[in-house]
Structure formats: C-alpha cells, structure tokens
C-alpha cells in the first residue's frame, strides 16, 4: 500500500520525520503509533504498517517514527540531546501533529524505552503497548553484544555484500530467517550514500552506545514500568534474545499480571514483526485492546 511521508519540527527546531500509513475507509480503530530500535528507523515496520492497517477486520492508521539522526529526520547538532527522555518530548510532537490524543504503542528495544519514559510525561496518551524484546531491566550480555558491532561498523559497498554481513553478525540468534528476509533487513538498515551504503543514522548515537561502561549495570525502570496504566500490555520476547531474559520476564509478570508474553520462535534482538505467528498474534491483541 501507499503511505505519507510527513515531517514537524521539534520543540529545538530539529525536522522530524515520519511515515503514515492510512486504514480504509471505515476504520474506527485506535491508531498504532510503531517506535524502533537505538540506530533503525521507520522501515523496520513498513510490513506490519501494512498489515495492520489494510487489516480485513479492523484496519488502523498507523504512524512510523524516525527519531531525531535517524532515517528521514534530521541529524542534531548536538549529540546530548540523542536520549530517550527527549525522543519521548518529540514523540509527543508528532502525536500532537498527528492530532493523536491516545493510541496503541509498538515499541522495540530503544523504543521500549522510550515508552517507559512517557509514562512519566503523559501516561493518558497510551491506551495499549506492545513491548518488542525490551523491558525494565536490560541483560549485560546483550548490552555487550550491540556494543561489540557498534564498536566496529563496516560499511559494505553493495546490497548482497549488506545481506551477506547482516547473516554473519545475526545469523547464529535469527536462524527462522530466510534469504528475502535477510534482503528486507538490509533495505530497512542501510541507506545509500555516495560511495556506498551505510547505516541510516547518525553515526554519534552508535559511537555514544559503544562508549557506554557497562562494568555497572545500567539504571533499571521497574518504578516507570509500574507506572504504565491500567491497559492491555503484550509482550515480545525474542527466543534468542540476549538482551532480555527469561528472568526479566518472569519478574515483569510478577509486576503485571495480566501482561500477555509472546515468544518469537528462530529470532534474537530484536524480532521482525512481520515474520511467523508475530502478525496475528499483534492484531488479535489490538482486536482486543480496541
């Protein structure tokens, strides 16, 4: 299907971009509002964007955001503000574009987070979450698994030789992939640039990831994920995944127990949405929630 590429400039004067993708005629659900990964972008959800929103049931508008540096939006001037708390701020700023009082949120890995955050800026704006591989509290082993290809990018110089260094970095956690899928991830994380094809983000957000000190465990937000509403919660967990574990879980559903868990079978950090039960199980949960 077709969709809108729209911008609005932030509260410090950054262009933010993003994507809408428009339900027919008729819908009458809540919107979906998709947040990606630190360094990925709108693309990540242009699938599940379709299928949601061409959905024969009960279709919905959803909007796809790039974060400030990343995808369509403009690179800042100042690397500081790359940070969940003013991601959140913008967020806030394409909804209210957007005219968008409450929706239905998708947030994978950074995402996730940024979630959390809003808990804590406007709570009354979030009518259902969807958590993709992210929770409260982040596993060292994962934290040192994103930092160990941030720390070494390569910039390959043709869409097979993306594919082919996509397989060799994630292919042992993502083993449900296939060939055209490895080919969708490419497209979704690279741009083209002169002389080549590079990561479409500003590269400071990786080079301030990598730098992190992960000898200390980061800040966990168990008092921010308690502070989510009173409204229908899933949650996405990749099999592979090694940045959210199985103890995470167990203690989030400890915290809520009404929080539906999702396995996605073959996958690691973080899941393709579009891939294996991960497309009906999202829209029989948004049947639910509205």
Known sequence: ????????????????????????????????????????????????????????????????????????????????????????????????????????????????????VLTGLAPQRISAVILNDIGPELGVEGLRQIQAYLRSPVWPTSWAEAEALLKSLHGTDFPALAEADWRTLAHAVYAEREGGLEPDCDPAIAEGFASLDLTQPLPALWPQFD??????????????????????????????????????????HAPLLHLGDLPAAIRTFLYQAN
């Open 1 to 116: 299907m077709e969709w809108l590429q729209q911008y609005v400039t932030a509260g410090d004067g950054l262009r933010l971009g993003y994507r809408i993708y428009d339900a027919r005629a008729g819908s009458d659900g809540l919107p979906l509002v998709c947040l990606p990964g630190l360094t990925r972008n709108a693309r990540d959800f242009h699938e599940i964007a379709e299928t949601i929103a061409e959905d024969s049931e009960k279709p919905r508008r959803v909007i796809a955001i790039d974060y400030r540096g990343r995808g369509s939006s403009q690179r800042a001037t100042d690397p500081a503000t790359y940070t969940p708390v003013v991601e959140a701020q913008d967020l806030l700023t394409v909804l209210d574009s957007c005219g968008i009082d409450k929706a239905a949120f998708i947030g994978t890995s950074r995402g996730g987070l940024i979630l959390h």
């Open 227 to 268: 502070a989510f509403p009173d409204v229908p919660m899933m949650m996405i967990r990749g099999a592979h995944s090694k940045l959210l574990t199985p103890e995470t879980v167990a203690r989030m559903t400890e915290h809520r127990p009404s929080l539906t868990v999702i396995t996605a079978s073959g996958q690691g």
